[in-house]
């Protein structure tokens, strides 16, 4: 089974920009979450989707929103970009809405605001 | 609301010796814990998880609820155990997953 992917793999965007991401989740796989990490606060998350609806969602500006499509694939946006959202941004999918149960993580997507 | 703290950034240990790695959580329900792990130039990946109760590659963790921690232990550290270890947390449904700050592990010849 191929992994989760993500694209692109990284970016470099302008303040004031906005930029959309993409996650391809494992095949079969409806759980996709979203994580920011940067050296200074690590890895931190940011929303989960499952069957297209937005579950669970971390302390983050509107700026930050995200969705996901009928075949599990993911994107997340950001808006107006700062300079404090480079990070690089991970995706995990996992099989099963059961808290328990492993994610699979992406190589993620280096974003940086200049 | 939940938290995960490691409380060491580094640890340094000798191959062969033992390397403990703590974990500490705040969550008032019943969690479930893991330790994720990310070797270099690799993607983070699941090392082990408190409701399987297994030993993965050596490495053991006990979930102790009075303490709230779950350390995550090997007896005999290998150069390959070098890498980045993650303690996290999941406590309501859904798969969020608060992560500590994390603990780099090298483990010397």
């Given at each position: 089974k191929?992994?989760?992917?993500q694209?692109?793999?990284?970016?470099?965007?302008?303040?004031?920009?906005?930029?959309?991401?993409?996650?391809?989740?494992?095949?079969?796989?409806?759980?996709?979450?979203?994580?920011?990490?940067?050296?200074?606060?690590?890895?931190?998350?940011l929303?989960?989707?499952?069957?297209?609806?937005?579950?669970?969602?971390?302390n983050f500006?509107?700026?930050?929103s995200?969705?996901q499509?009928?075949?599990?694939?993911?994107?997340?946006?950001?808006?107006?970009l700062e300079?404090?959202?480079?990070?690089l941004?991970?995706?995990?999918?996992?099989?099963?809405?059961?808290?328990?149960?492993?994610?699979?993580?992406?190589?993620?997507t280096?974003?940086?605001?200049t | 609301?939940?938290?995960?703290t490691?409380?060491?950034?580094?640890?340094?240990?000798f191959?062969?010796?033992?390397?403990?790695l703590?974990?500490?959580?705040?969550?008032?329900?019943?969690?479930?814990?893991?330790?994720?792990?990310?070797y270099?130039?690799?993607?983070?990946?699941?090392l082990l998880?408190?409701?399987s109760?297994e030993?993965?590659k050596?490495f053991?963790?006990?979930?102790?609820?009075?303490?709230t921690?779950?350390?995550?232990k090997?007896p005999f550290?290998?150069?390959?155990?070098?890498a980045?270890y993650?303690?996290?947390?999941?406590?309501?449904a859904?798969n969020?997953?608060?992560?500590?700050?994390g603990?780099r592990?090298?483990?010397k010849?």
């Open positions: 191929a992994g989760v992917t694209t692109p793999r990284y970016l470099i965007k302008t303040r004031g920009q906005q930029v959309t991401l993409s996650c391809s989740p494992i095949s079969g796989h409806r759980s996709v979450s979203w994580y920011q990490q940067t050296p200074g606060q690590g890895l931190q998350f929303f989960e989707y499952f069957s297209e609806t937005q579950r669970n969602k971390g500006p509107g700026r930050f995200g969705r499509f009928s075949n599990s694939r993911s994107e997340m946006n950001v808006s107006t300079l404090g959202d480079s990070a941004y991970l995706c995990a999918s996992s099989s099963r809405e059961d808290r328990s149960y492993e994610q699979y993580f992406g190589p993620g280096r974003l940086t605001v | 609301a939940q938290r995960v490691q409380p060491e950034k580094l640890l340094s240990v191959k062969g010796a033992p390397v403990e703590k974990c500490n959580y705040s969550y008032s329900g019943s969690p479930e814990l893991f330790w994720y792990v990310q270099s130039r690799q993607r983070l990946q699941l998880r408190h409701i109760r030993s993965i050596g053991t963790a006990d979930l102790n609820k009075g303490e921690s779950f350390h995550l090997k550290a290998q150069e390959e155990d070098s980045m993650y303690c996290a947390l999941s406590g309501a859904g969020k997953l608060t992560f500590g700050g603990t592990v090298l483990v010849p």
